[in-house]
């Protein structure tokens, strides 16, 4: 597999759609954020939440087959340009195993951020139970949630390329052979980048500017926040393939 940013120069403009389909998961939420900022209430109807969860899915489905199928790609096929419609194809394979291991570690890190919870705001800050937790406390928590599922979170989407595997437990099971102090590297590249992303993402609801002007580094944010939770995903791919280099045969596109 060549070096990383050789494919990200290379592959400009697939990188730029993933990071265009990101942002529409992140942008909804940081509008909703404007409302936390403010100490609001989300002033949104039915309906409407209705249509922002169902273009949230939306771009969340051809966001994970999209991302898959770059990431195969570049393991089988280097620097070579595809086109999206191939990307689509291929990460249509992955996409019930990816959901798969994104509910198993959806739960799993819902138990760490609410253990996290618990020490910072009840042992920490001796905090009455029924007070809600500060934003600080909730970003804490998932900060160091996100440090300490790292590892499977960055190895099983290239795990589950590389080996052929269509078992979430099986490819949970194959990530303990990687020991974290050998992929330091695309850990903290990982971790940095999910940090500037949140980062942005906190910062934009508290802009002064109210008028239609602040919708634009609303737009910018969105792009960079799909592109910074998806670039860690070639460091890991790339150290796996240092360690997996004979890929197995494409599998048949009937195969879930």
């Known amino acids: 597999m060549p070096p990383v940013l050789t494919i990200l120069k290379k592959r400009w403009q697939e990188v730029l759609l993933i990071a265009i389909l990101g942002s529409g998961i992140f ?26 969860v169902a273009g949230v899915t939306f771009f969340a ?3 994970v087959m999209i991302t898959m199928g770059f990431l195969e790609t570049a393991y089988r096929e280097g620097t070579y340009q595809q086109d999206p419609a191939k990307l689509l194809i291929i990460g249509r394979r992955f996409f019930w195993r990816m959901l798969r291991f994104n509910i198993i570690i959806g739960l799993v890190s819902s138990v760490i951020i609410f253990a996290f919870y618990v020490v910072i705001h009840r042992m920490i800050l001796q905090l009455p139970p029924d007070e809600a937790p500060s934003v600080w406390v909730q970003q ?3 900060f160091f949630t996100s ?3 790292a590892r499977p979170v960055l190895l099983i989407p290239p795990i589950f390329i590389t080996t ?23 850990i903290v590249i990982y971790v940095v980048c999910q940090a500037v ?9 508290l802009m002064k500017d109210t008028g239609p002007i602040r919708y634009i580094p609303l737009a910018v944010i969105g792009v960079a ?5 998806f670039v860690p995903y070639l460091p890991a791919m790339k150290y796996i393939t ?9 599998e048949d596109p009937g195969n879930e």
């Open 27 to 52: 942008i909804p939420s940081m509008l909703l954020g404007l409302n936390d900022a403010a100490g609001q209430e989300p002033e949104v109807s039915e309906w409407s939440l209705f249509a922002m």
């Open 61 to 63: 489905v051809f966001y």
């Open 140 to 142: 804490i928590s998932a």
């Open 147 to 149: 440090i300490i599922v």
């Open 164 to 186: 052929g595997t269509n078992e979430a437990l099986k490819a949970f099971s194959l990530s303990k052979k990687f020991p974290v102090k050998s992929m330091v590297g695309p």
């Open 197 to 205: 992303a949140n980062g942005l993402m906190q910062a934009w609801p």
């Open 225 to 229: 926040a799909g592109l910074l939770f």
């Open 242 to 250: 240092e360690r997996m280099p004979s890929p197995p045969e494409r």
